[in-house]
T-cell receptor, first 111, second 111 residues
Framework: GEDVEQSLFLSVREGDSSVINCTYT??????LYWYKQEPGAGLQLLTY?????DMKQDQRLTVLLNKKDKHLSLRIADTQTGDSAIYFC???????????FGAGTRLTVKP | DAGVTQSPTHLIKTRGQQVTLRCSPK?????VSWYQQALGQGPQFIFQ???????QRGNFPDRFSGHQFPNYSSELNVNALLLGDSALYLC??????????FGPGTRLTVL
């Protein structure tokens, strides 16, 4: 079946940039998403990118997509302690009905 | 805009019992998807409802069933509960196949 993989942990210092990486296997993916989950909470949609784009920027967030390598990344500029959370990469197939998630990357921001 | 709401927030059941979880979509959204998130994992797609019909289903047994009402709200029913059904159940709404917004989830514990 189709898989989405992410590294499990990332630790950065406050003010540094964070880069969270994700790889996926479904070549028919149409949308790719980044969600943030804080302890005990649901998922917050951060940003998404269409598969025909290679970059999207939204304030401190930059998403890069390498469709050839099926690699997606999320860069958070000037990372703050409030950015500490679990970040999930997700992709949808051609029908965009279901959504497949990675296991999540736990970002820890140290002061 | 209240966003996606779910009830109850927490629930404790025993093996063999049945449970009903509820979801109200974000205003203007007509599509509801349900996900199961086990501890330490990413969400897994259960099914999606659109126009009161199940449009797509993930790899979950028939013990998991759902319903969508004319006002687009939805219920998830799980029969014959197993210990392994303990998880955070997330509801996501969207307008058609657009970006999915998640509710805070219902934490189900099966004893």
């Amino acid at each position: 079946g189709e898989d989405v993989e992410q590294s499990l942990f990332l630790s950065v210092r406050e003010g540094d940039s964070s880069v969270i990486n994700c790889t996926y296997t479904d070549s028919s993916s149409t949308y790719l998403y980044w969600y943030k989950q804080e302890p005990g909470a649901g998922l917050q949609l951060l940003t998404y990118i269409f598969s025909n784009m290679d970059m999207k920027q939204d304030q401190r967030l930059t998403v890069l997509l390498n469709k050839k390598d099926k690699h997606l990344s999320l860069r958070i500029a000037d990372t703050q302690t409030g950015d500490s959370a679990i970040y999930f990469c997700a992709e949808t197939g051609g029908n965009n009905n279901d959504m497949r998630f990675g296991a999540g990357t736990r970002l820890t921001v140290k002061p | 805009d209240a966003g996606v709401t779910q009830s109850p927030t927490h629930l404790i059941k025993t093996r063999g019992q049945q449970v009903t979880l509820r979801c109200s979509p974000k205003s203007g959204h007509d599509t509801v998807s349900w996900y199961q998130q086990a501890l330490g994992q990413g969400p897994q797609f259960i099914f999606q409802y659109y126009e009161e019909e199940e449009r797509q289903r993930g790899n979950f047994p028939d013990r998991f069933s759902g319903h969508q009402f004319p006002n687009y709200s939805s219920e998830l029913n799980v029969n014959a509960l197993l210990l392994g059904d303990s998880a955070l159940y997330l509801c996501a709404s969207s307008l058609g196949r657009g970006g999915k917004f998640f509710g805070p989830g219902t934490r189900l514990t099966v004893l």
